[in-house]
């Protein structure tokens, strides 16, 4: 069994999707030649882009990328991994004659998932479809039911619009009864004031009906004894006409 060694062969610049914090990696087969295949990750937004490498050969001892038209977001990593720079094999030969190689060849990454059952490029891309999918549609339901809450929003709004402006009229209908209502305590007391006067009034009235019914009756009592003037006068001849006239 082959021993394989890890080694830095090239730096990316941090915003690039290679750079991402937990890229995916899965190791597959494309044609009979092993590739890796590196999706996903998180670097300030999400990325969804999918990268297709071939591993160097023992031949060349260079990183090569899977032939075909590069995406924007590999164009920075291709260029760090022009030809100019591409890493170069380092053969030390030892005492006993046996030669370490520091390139990546037959790599095997820490964070890979073997294919199983010859599982290819084409099937990883269609999950990826399927998810991409999966995810546009709850992405379109939960935009669906953002509306829907906007349109409840609305109607509450709505809603809330006309009471406010049944509570206004209400308001303004308890503002002219509480002013009628004041209006009548006012006219209310102004009545209790003439009720007393006419109390007072009417006592007064009593006290000088009584008064006046005694000054009559004392004035016909005098008459009374004026108009008699018991057996002496009537002896005498005198008349009540006589003692008028004395």
Request: charged letters at 25%; hydrophobic letters at 35%.
């Amino acid at each position: 069994m082959s021993t394989l060694a890890w080694s830095v062969v090239t730096s990316v610049e941090g915003r690039v999707p290679l750079a991402s914090e937990g890229l995916s990696l899965v190791v597959g087969s494309l044609n009979g030649e092993d590739i890796l295949i590196s999706f996903g990750g998180y670097n300030g937004h999400y990325n969804s882009e999918v990268n297709v490498l071939k591993p160097s050969h023992k031949s060349t001892l260079q990183s090569k990328i899977m032939e075909g038209p590069l995406p924007d977001s590999l164009s920075a990593v291709h260029n760090a991994t022009n030809p100019t720079r591409d890493l170069e094999s380092e053969f030390e030969v030892g005492q006993e004659g046996k030669i370490r190689e520091t390139a990546i060849d037959n790599f095997e990454p820490m964070y890979t998932q073997k294919s199983k059952g010859g599982e290819t490029s084409e099937h990883i891309l269609a999950m990826l479809k399927a998810e991409k999918e999966e995810l546009e549609s709850s992405f379109n339901n939960v935009k669906l039911q953002s509306l829907q809450l906007k349109q409840e929003l609305a109607d509450a709004e709505a809603r809330n619009t006309d009471l406010y402006k049944e509570l206004q009229s209400v308001r303004g209908q308890l503002a002219s009864e509480q002013s009628r209502c004041f209006k009548l305590e006012v006219d209310v007391a102004e009545l209790r004031q003439k009720l007393q006067t006419m109390e007072t009034l009417q006592r007064e009235l009593e006290l000088l009906q009584r008064q006046k019914a005694t000054s009559e009756q004392v004035a016909i009592n005098a008459k009374q004894r004026q108009g008699s003037g018991g057996v002496w006068g009537w002896l005498a001849g005198s008349t009540p006409q006589n003692a008028d006239d004395a």
